[in-house]
T-cell receptor, first 111, second 112 residues
Framework: DTGVSQDPRHKITKRGQNVTFRCDPI?????LYWYRQTLGQGPEFLTY????????KSRLLSDRFSAERPKGSFSTLEIQRTEQGDSAMYLC?????????FGPGTRLTVL | QKEVEQDPGPLSVPEGAIVSLNCTYS??????FMWYRQYSRKGPELLMY????GNKEDGRFTAQVDKSSKYISLFIRDSQPSDSATYLC????????????FGRGTSLIVHP
């Protein structure tokens, strides 16, 4: 499968724990995006990378959120000290231009 | 007012109907317009991509962009129960980031 993959698909955690999600983009895509999606809403942009450079991170929801793409390939999104309000679907997308291709998402439930 | 407005529905139609899905927007800088289909608990899947104004057709799907009215549409002909999903419009402006702004999605139900 040459599409965008995300791991894990589901994560259940307790409030206060840290979680990390991984995204593997389409191999030739140099841009990688993270989004959050809550029920009944469209994807909400969080941050993006061009190669290994994080070019926009001001829309990360708080300083508990951070993302990395150390070698310009896969990326990780970490949420520290999770809160119940962090429960959502976290989506990753990759692109070469304006057309973004999404992964299946990681569904986070914070108890 | 949100930059992109999309009626959440649900829109319920019989199988075989022509479906019209729409979005309006306020940012005149938007040049790129996309439609995504999202099945429940899955990631969005790119359906159509249009640059600037005009129509684009792909099989049963037609995308229209009217920049003068800041209005975009997706038409689905001969709708099928398998088309039942949420349809998201997205749009972005020229420039390097390609960060799209999404509508909230319209839920479509095609009943047999």
């Amino acid at each position: 499968d040459t599409g965008v993959s995300q791991d894990p698909r589901h994560k259940i955690t307790k409030r206060g724990q840290n979680v990390t999600f991984r995204c593997d983009p389409i191999s030739e895509h140099n841009r990688l995006y993270w989004y959050r999606q809550t029920l009944g809403q469209g994807p909400e942009f969080l941050t993006y990378f061009q190669n290994e450079a994080q070019l926009e991170k001001s829309r990360l929801l708080s300083d508990r959120f951070s993302a990395e793409r150390p070698k310009g390939s896969f990326s990780t999104l970490e949420i520290q000290r999770t809160e119940q309000g962090d429960s959502a679907m976290y989506l990753c997308a990759s692109s070469l231009d304006h057309t973004q291709y999404f992964g299946p998402g990681t569904r986070l439930t914070v108890l | 007012q949100k930059e992109v407005e999309q009626d959440p529905g649900p829109l319920s139609v019989p199988e075989g109907a022509i479906v019209s899905l729409n979005c309006t927007y306020s940012n005149s800088a938007f040049q790129y317009f996309m439609w995504y289909r999202q099945y429940s608990r899955k990631g969005p899947e790119l359906l159509m991509y249009t640059y600037s104004s005009g129509n684009k057709e792909d099989g049963r799907f037609t995308a229209q962009v009217d920049k003068s009215s800041k209005y975009i549409s997706l038409f689905i002909r001969d709708s099928q129960p398998s088309d039942s999903a949420t349809y998201l419009c997205a749009m972005s402006s020229s420039g390097g980031s390609y960060i799209p702004t999404f509508g909230r999605g319209t839920s479509l139900i095609v009943h047999p």
